[in-house]
């Protein structure tokens, strides 16, 4: 019976090795038996290859002729998905910066308007309309900024760092 391994498993990239060199090189190159390597390829086993095997089986695959090396690959397929969160909270974090340093800038400029002698009441009420939108993008942006604390569930993994 055939098993269903998880796509950007490590099962599933040591069974791409193997398929190509056999379980009999793949058990000799990392020097363990093949009951070994037959469970590095199950998902539904804790044991993986140490960083050694693992590059001995992605070399012997390239050398047998495969065009990647399916354990690096399903690492760094694995590492992205880790980090996208934390990427995309600090990619809205930027976003929140920029948009309050924009409104803190209309903020300020319409307020020197509003000072200068003879100020119309409708230059006030445009400052006014501009401190408070900038007062909103400054409370989005202290929201953001606190979602990166420890505890707070944002931008964090299973070790709580952003």
Same mark, same amino acid.
């Given at each position: %019976?055939?098993?269903?391994?998880?796509?950007?498993?490590?099962?599933?990239? @040591?069974?791409? #090795? *193997?398929?190509?060199?056999?379980?009999?090189?793949?058990?000799? @190159?990392?020097?363990? !038996?093949?009951?070994?390597?037959?469970?590095? =390829?199950?998902?539904?086993? /804790?044991? %993986?290859?140490?960083?050694?095997? #693992? &590059?001995?089986?992605?070399?012997?695959? %390239?050398?047998?002729?495969?065009?990647?090396?399916? &354990?690096? +690959? !399903?690492?760094?397929?694995? $590492?992205?998905?880790?980090?996208?969160?934390?990427? /995309?909270?600090?990619?809205?974090?930027?976003?929140?910066?920029?948009?309050?340093? $924009?409104?803190?800038?209309?903020?300020?400029? !319409?307020?020197?308007?509003? %000072?200068?002698?003879?100020?119309?009441?409708?230059? @006030?009420?445009?400052?006014?309309? +501009?401190?408070?939108?900038? =007062?909103?993008?400054?409370?989005?942006? $202290?929201?953001?900024?606190?979602?990166?604390?420890?505890?707070?569930?944002?931008?964090?993994?299973?070790?709580?760092? *952003?």
């Amino acid at each position: %019976m055939t098993k269903v391994r998880a796509p950007l498993t490590f099962s599933l990239a @040591i069974t791409t #090795a *193997v398929g190509l060199i056999g379980w009999d090189q793949a058990a000799k @190159i990392t020097r363990r !038996s093949k009951r070994a390597v037959r469970y590095w =390829s199950e998902s539904d086993k /804790a044991s %993986m290859p140490t960083l050694d095997q #693992a &590059i001995a089986l992605d070399h012997a695959f %390239m050398e047998a002729g495969g065009g990647f090396a399916p &354990i690096l +690959e !399903s690492y760094a397929r694995q $590492l992205d998905v880790a980090l996208s969160n934390t990427l /995309a909270c600090r990619a809205a974090l930027a976003d929140d910066i920029a948009q309050a340093s $924009l409104e803190s800038a209309g903020a300020i400029s !319409s307020s020197i308007h509003a %000072m200068q002698h003879g100020a119309s009441p409708t230059e @006030i009420h445009h400052a006014i309309k +501009e401190t408070e939108e900038a =007062s909103g993008a400054y409370s989005r942006l $202290l929201t953001r900024l606190r979602s990166f604390l420890p505890g707070n569930g944002a931008a964090q993994g299973k070790s709580g760092v *952003v």
